[in-house]
């Protein structure tokens, strides 16, 4: 097992870390289960959905990589504000890189991004995490992010490991076993687990409620990604 | 008509304020007829679907009154600030007198806020709202909480000439009725349609967006009330 | 010894709120031995200098019912939100009030407030203050805002009891033996006892620090009112 | 003359950044004036005092990427939130190059940061930043940033004409040379330019004032520097 490997699994089963995760199991292994990750695997995915699924995706990481940035400008460690200001510019070019493999390998245009609307989930996703970098403490805040970035290495490593039959899945799947994507989840948590051992059980209490529902969220955007979800009005 | 009538027409029908409103009049029709709004007035809305309503609104207006302390926090002239600082005490002193109308009339628990969590539309709606106010600009954040100020206005009058079969419907529907609320509603639209004349092209776009997905989620709100809307997971 | 008194005494001399206390008792004695403060009860403080500060301070407060605003919207419990939402509407009340007294007892023009610019020290202490309510965690907002509160409350029951040979100063003097400010003041220290008994060690330096720099802004607010400063260019 | 003085001068001379720069002429000249840098130029400044400013500078820079990565997560523009996140990349990795030089060329200890505290010029200028990157509008977290970015620019430009008979004052001289930090200014003029033809009166009179009351204190910070201020108390 990789040290990348051994220090994720010391992350979900002990620390602050830990206790978050363990409040999540139930969630990640429903996500695991989702017709959309296994379709991911055996290739009956459909590549409409997965082409609308990638532009949700684009939409929600510009806000992402934005929290990010917001989250670098409230940090209260030189080293985590260091850390999340990594995170930004890996989550910005990601966006790009993502946004050339919809063009070139899934048939998207490339103004595809100017003309979508986030899904209402995608909306709920964005305002969840928005709202906590901006209005919340910092703890807050990183526990809305940490969902998103977190569950993705354990859903990349899982991916890596069963494969997909079909090409342009297979490079998505290829894009989250970056070693830098992972020692950047690294980082994070145990920036987390330094801020976790101060807390009081108030805001233990509310910090985990808050990750608990990004996680939800993250079975959500899958999920209404896989129901191509349109507003009721 | 009252002068309050009148000052409310003014606004739907002129100004920045009348451009907005034309672009939700499908919306503001769509939750007149919706039937959680006429079950209301015939009386036939269930008394459990009521009741789990009003704790959802008074979840609701807890972050709704505090995004109203910020926006008095941020804005730009001493009169908004004054404005916004009645209306957060307002809106305070409302969610109390909504609690012990629930305890009092619709036979509920004095603890029910204190078990109740959001249901996924009413977090979509909160987080959008949190997330303007404390991350966007002063007028995308009087944007994104306008709509519930404004529309309730109407709805409130719209329903007051109706009237409710059921006594404790027609009590809230009552509350609606204040003409210090339809009063606050008024000088903030003033204060809107001031902001508004100084707005560029790009500025107004996103402000219209942000009060028409915020009219949406008006519609969307009474309609999860009605559907007792429950998490996935 | 009256309820109030005993009250902040037991704020200054236990818990959180009297280790804050404790780290600045040499600049609260500095402040009493202030000219300007000896000078208010001599009756000896030029008039003009006593208008020139009134001018300051009300630009300050404009600033400071913004910033108690915020934290009313930012507060981690509803019952946090009701008494910052009630502060911010009483000090939205008493910057009025002070104006008033400024035109009818100081001889001072009702648009002075209007052409007045804050003084290098009263802008470096209210961007301190919406420096930390806007961009901190609750915890260090309320640590910036609290100096200004508790330290009136004790300059003025020390003024209160000492009394001024001088009118209008002694009007101003009353202004501050309110009783429902003293109880303001109270029940903020209260909740920051509440937040304090959950800080851990890093979270209470940090908030120490900045209790005490606020502290040290209230010394430099009196001095540069004394010096009239003015801005180098 | 090269494109980028071009761009520099275009910028100083035409449009909104044209009707910025027109209002800090004077400020401008007295920076220029000022003996620490006429004293950069001749070698005479204290080396003591340079090595005073640099841990200053080092304080201010932190807090300086802190706002550029808060103004990225605040952008409304997808291309804005690219700009300044490379912004902030390149800030933060600059600081580290300043603490290394301080150490290797001005003699200093590696923990010299960790020790310092702002002088309270600094903090105010940092404060003033924060404020408004946090609690304003984007506009004016942009003017609050801007006069450090651009000044330095126009500063290095004139030293790098004069240049120093001091070698660690050359090389710091040097470090305002690199084309891509005056790439990055360029950029962040056409963003501002950008956002100033929507802006309506209002905004631009409270732009105008933000910005000017910034590049004050970029003399201000530079004189406090040469003064080696301390705290009062």
Known sequence: ??????ALERARTSGWSGRLWSAITPIYDAILEH???????????????????IIQDELYIRDYAKAISVLAGKAPTWRATQEFTD????????????????????????????????????????????????????????????????IYAEVGIHLGELGSKNKAYQNWIDSYQDPAY???VIATLDIMNGIGAELGPQDENRT?????????YEWLFWDAAYRRETWML
């Open 1 to 6: 097992m990789s040290d990348a490997k051994e």
């Open 35 to 53: 017709p959309f990750i296994t379709g991911l695997v055996s290739g009956d995915l459909d590549v409409e959905t997965f082409r609308h699924y």
């Open 87 to 150: 995170h930004a510019t890996s989550a910005t070019k990601y966006e790009s890189e993502l946004h050339e493999s919809v063009v070139r390998e899934l048939g998207g245009r490339s103004t595809m991004i100017d003309d979508a609307k986030p899904s209402p989930t995608a909306l709920a996703y964005i305002n969840f995490i928005r709202s906590h970098v901006h209005g919340s403490s910092f703890v807050d805040g990183v526990a809305s992010i940490l969902p998103c970035f977190w």
């Open 182 to 184: 992972v020692d950047a």
């Open 208 to 216: 985990l409620d808050i990750f608990v529902t990004g996680s939800k």
